[in-house]
């Protein structure tokens, strides 16, 4: 595995890969990698010939200089998991390589970016379109893969990828959770043992929405109480939001008639956590089934 620290030592490199006619998959990551981010970089091996991570903490992206701070760093341990998942090359550029004295381009995301974690969070996107545009410039990649655990992320990403012609396919990995269905995060080793106890209380919440659409209820609004009533229950957590929306639009819907999805954020003490669940229509054969 090679470790790269440069813009162009990463082009070079992915210009080498490209002449021997290798296809580059890639995956971009802010390390203190988990087994979701191990997951993203063994499914990136099915689309190509070379696997490239980068782990770069993007300070463009983070709406707290505490957060940005706070942020796990384990750059010894990040580099050996990458090695174990049999990774090719690392691209962990600092950030004076990143945003050298002078940098002054931004992508401007669109309206993708406004509800729900752009709301929450101003810049955060363009922070995250700039830098993911960046890395795919160094990287070079035919593919690039993201977590479905930040949906709107990676619906702004596609999005990108699409307006600006960059010519990369953007694949969605479905989201891998902890035996009681905290979905791993990186910000979950922030958690002290009470939150993390009560933090469950997310993917209950969304799980709850997703089997009361399986027994009919189709009304986004009641989907999104059914969700707020199990998180209700659980003290420690301090809801942002719930949000049911059209999965490709991320625009609010008042019923489940199309792909949608039902997503939260939830403050355990200072750590957000986010989550998302699939909410599928009922096809015409469950309708029928369930009359
Ligand atoms: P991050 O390091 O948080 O920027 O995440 C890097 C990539 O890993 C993003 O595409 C995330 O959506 C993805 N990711 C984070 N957590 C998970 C998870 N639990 N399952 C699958 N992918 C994840």
């Known amino acids: 595995m090679i470790t790269l620290a440069t813009p162009a030592a990463m082009q070079q490199w992915a210009r080498s890969q490209h002449a021997s006619g290798r296809r580059i998959a890639f995956v971009p990551t802010m390390g203190a990698l988990h087994e979701g981010h191990l997951h993203?970089?063994?499914?990136?091996?099915?689309?190509?010939?070379?696997?490239?991570?980068?782990?770069?903490?993007?300070?463009?992206?983070?709406?707290?200089?505490?957060?940005?701070?706070?942020?796990?760093?384990?750059?010894?341990?990040?580099?050996a998991l990458c090695d174990r998942v049999q990774v090719d090359a690392v691209y962990a550029p600092t950030a004076a390589a990143m945003y050298p004295v002078g940098f002054e381009t931004h992508v401007d995301p669109g309206s993708l970016?406004?509800?729900?974690?752009?709301?929450?969070?101003?810049?955060?996107?363009?922070?995250?379109?700039?830098?993911?545009?960046?890395?795919?410039?160094?990287?070079?990649?035919?593919?690039?893969?993201?977590?479905?655990?930040?949906?709107?992320?990676?619906?702004?990403?596609?999005?990108?990828?699409?307006?600006?012609?960059?010519?990369?396919?953007?694949i969605s990995v479905p989201t891998v959770r902890e035996p009681d269905g905290l979905a791993l995060s990186s910000r979950n080793r922030r958690l002290s043992l009470e939150d993390r106890r009560a933090s469950v209380?997310?993917?209950?919440?969304l799980r709850s929405a997703v089997e009361a659409l399986a027994?009919?209820?189709?009304?986004?609004?009641?989907?999104?109480?059914?969700?707020?009533?199990?998180?209700?229950?659980?003290?420690?957590g301090r809801v942002e939001y719930v949000r049911v929306f059209d999965a490709a639009t991320l625009e609010p819907i008042p019923v489940i008639d199309r792909e949608a999805v039902i997503a939260a954020a939830v403050w355990f003490s200072d750590v957000r956590i986010i989550d998302n669940m699939l909410l599928h229509p009922a096809t015409d054969t469950t309708a029928s089934t369930g009359m």
């Open 215 to 236: 027994t009919g209820e189709t009304n986004a609004q009641a989907l999104e109480r059914t969700a707020l009533r199990v998180l209700a229950g659980e003290p420690l």
């Open 40 to 79: 993203l970089m063994q499914t990136a091996r099915s689309y190509a010939d070379v696997v490239v991570a980068s782990i770069f903490v993007n300070p463009l992206q983070f709406n707290s200089r505490e957060d940005f701070d706070t942020y796990p760093r384990p750059m010894d341990e990040d580099l």
């Open 201 to 205: 209380a997310v993917p209950d919440a």
């Open 113 to 170: 970016a406004v509800p729900m974690e752009g709301a929450m969070r101003p810049g955060h996107f363009r922070g995250v379109t700039t830098v993911v545009a960046k890395l795919f410039g160094a990287v070079r990649p035919d593919v690039a893969l993201f977590g479905q655990k930040d949906f709107q992320q990676l619906a702004v990403i596609r999005r990108m990828a699409i307006d600006l012609d960059m010519g990369i396919d953007i």
